[in-house]
């Protein structure tokens, strides 16, 4: 689905380190997601956001930080993290209103150290 | 607690068979389905998504859905070596259309 982008594709990081995670879609969708997915555990929602707006956050822990600044780029900052935060970082967007068919980004994939 | 179970697997058909793969939800409540397939490394990509009971056929995936009973199931017919993926299974959850609660999903393995 090349509507939804998302860079960088793989990220190494050390746990004092500070990054971002970027995504971007091209679908004129108004709603947008982090998700991360572990091996062996469901998909997890991270945060959604509706019009730019916060609606969602899913008792996540405060060393990941999402900004929403339009309704086509969504960041994940990310700071302080520990290994077990290694996973695939999924961006979504969907169309909003009551369409709920949610389209992912590739992905980026993240290792902790 | 939602949920929404699927078998790991694998599940392993021969190329040409029907593949049959299943997933039950906990809340009663939930309107929309939907099946995503993800191969390994990739994100998932959607299939097809189900709102009504009964049988939705698109090309060789059929997507069937039993709300009395809470379970969904998806069909593929004529299986290809290129079907081989973990399909994840996702429900909406009741009141909102924003929120997808995804299952751990079955790996399918089509041999030659």
């Known amino acids: 689905e090349t509507g939804v982008t998302q860079t960088p594709r793989h990220l190494v990081m050390g746990m004092t380190n500070k990054k971002s995670l970027k995504c971007e879609q091209h679908?004129?969708?108004?709603?947008m997601y982090w998700y991360k997915q572990s091996a062996k555990k469901p998909l997890e929602l991270m945060f959604v956001?509706?019009?730019?707006?916060?609606?969602e956050n899913n008792s996540v822990p405060s060393r990941f930080s999402p900004e929403c600044p339009n309704s086509s780029h969504l960041f994940l900052h990310l700071h302080t993290l520990q290994p077990e935060d290694s996973a695939l970082y999924l961006c979504?967007?969907?169309?909003?209103?009551?369409?709920?068919?949610?389209?992912f980004g590739p992905g980026t994939r993240l290792t902790v150290l | 607690q939602k949920e929404v179970e699927q078998n790991s697997g694998p599940l392993s058909v021969p190329e040409g068979a029907i593949a049959s793969l299943n997933c039950t939800y906990s809340?009663?409540?939930?309107?929309?389905f939907f099946w995503y397939r993800q191969y390994s490394g990739k994100s998932p990509e959607l299939i097809m998504f189900?709102?009504?009971?009964g049988d939705k056929e698109d090309g060789r995936f059929t997507a069937q859905l039993n709300k009395a009973s809470q379970y969904v199931s998806l069909l593929i017919r004529d299986s290809q070596p290129s079907d081989s993926a973990t399909y994840l299974c996702?429900?909406?959850?009741?009141?909102?259309?924003?929120?997808?609660?995804f299952g751990t999903g079955t790996r399918l393995l089509v041999s030659p």
């Open positions: 956001y509706n019009f730019k707006e916060q609606t």
């Open positions: 809340d009663r409540g939930s309107q929309s």
């Open positions: 189900i709102y009504s009971n």
């Open positions: 679908l004129g969708h108004n709603a």
């Open positions: 979504a967007s969907r169309i909003g209103g009551d369409t709920d068919t949610q389209y």
């Open positions: 996702a429900v909406n959850e009741r009141g909102g259309f924003q929120k997808l609660v």
